[in-house]
């Protein structure tokens, strides 16, 4: 068996240091240390517009060579949105912000608007509301029509216009439809207590009643049953009232009515309507009943003003 020989090989290396440099450790060189007051300051962040342009150049890398995302790109281009800056993307957010607040404050102009007509409308009805002086009228009515003569006290009115004033308003308490019973002309029959109780309501409770048979009327007085015979009888040739005014006079109120044929004034118009269609106009007192809280007519005055 043939020996084998161990053959040397020179190694070959591109280091051309000599054999001792060649197995030394290189030298590390100490890194510089920062000044202590460089150390103690904390960095400051840098501005958005260095950190924008910062990633812009990162985005360079990607582009052909020669090309930037600063320069020109086609608005139709994919790399538009990407290559937009972002300067101009915020002045867009904006805009829209801008837009939409404009929007929401209009809405708001529009609310405030529509609650300022609403108010308005609201203090107009209020103002011109004469809903209390309407319902003195269909009070006044059956007193009105008789066109009385002026008296300071319902015991120095006319006896007979104050029987014709309760029996009206016995009559139109509910138009007649209570009283069913007829004599042998056809009249109603109307008991003396509901004209009496009319006549208390009418003019307090210190009026009297004095039931009689006037002369040239449409209804009679019969004693023996305590009963009017009341026959079938139009009142639109009579006033009707149309209260224009209302004021305090020492605990009474007084009313400024003016006399009107029925029918030539609106009741739910304007005073306006009254003033030209006005025969004439008086004041009637009206007091308190202080045990049923209600008012009546205490006295009817000419106007001397």
């Not at 300051?41 to 600063?70: C, K, M, N, T, W």
């Amino acid at each position: 068996m043939e020996k084998k020989t161990k053959t040397e090989v020179d190694v070959f290396t591109a280091d051309y240091r000599e054999d001792g440099q060649r197995n030394a450790p290189s030298p590390v060189k100490p890194r510089p240390e920062a000044p202590e007051e460089a150390r103690e300051e904390a960095p400051e962040e840098a501005p958005e517009e260095v950190l924008e342009a910062a990633q812009d150049e990162e985005l360079d890398d990607f582009l052909p060579v020669g090309e930037s995302l600063r320069d020109g790109v086609p608005e139709d281009s994919p790399r538009a949105a990407l290559v937009q800056p972002r300067a101009q993307r915020r002045r867009g957010t904006r805009r829209y912000g801008v837009a939409l607040g404009a929007f929401v404050l209009a809405l708001a102009l529009v609310g405030v608007c529509a609650i300022a007509t609403l108010a308005g409308r609201q203090i107009y009805r209020a103002a011109t509301d004469d809903s209390a002086l309407r319902a003195y009228d269909s009070f006044l009515a059956p007193v009105v029509m008789q066109d009385p003569e002026p008296f300071e006290s319902p015991e120095k009115a006319d006896p007979e216009f104050v029987q014709n004033a309760a029996l009206w308003q016995t009559i139109l308490a509910d138009n007649g439809a209570s009283y069913t019973e007829y004599d042998d002309a056809g009249r109603a029959l109307i008991p003396v207590g509901d004209v009496s109780a009319a006549c208390s309501m009418l003019f307090g409770p210190d009026c009297r009643l004095s039931p009689r048979t006037p002369e040239d009327t449409f209804y009679s007085y019969d004693e023996e049953t305590a009963q009017y015979h009341v026959a079938l009888f139009s009142s639109e040739s009579a006033y009707e009232p149309y209260t224009e005014s209302a004021r305090s006079e020492n605990g009474d109120t007084v009313l400024r009515v003016a006399y009107v044929t029925p029918g030539s004034v609106d009741h739910d118009g304007s005073s306006a309507d009254s003033a030209q269609q006005a025969h004439k106009r008086m004041d009637y007192v009206l007091r308190t009943n202080e045990a049923t809280g209600e008012q009546y007519v205490y006295a009817v005055r000419e106007i001397t003003e």
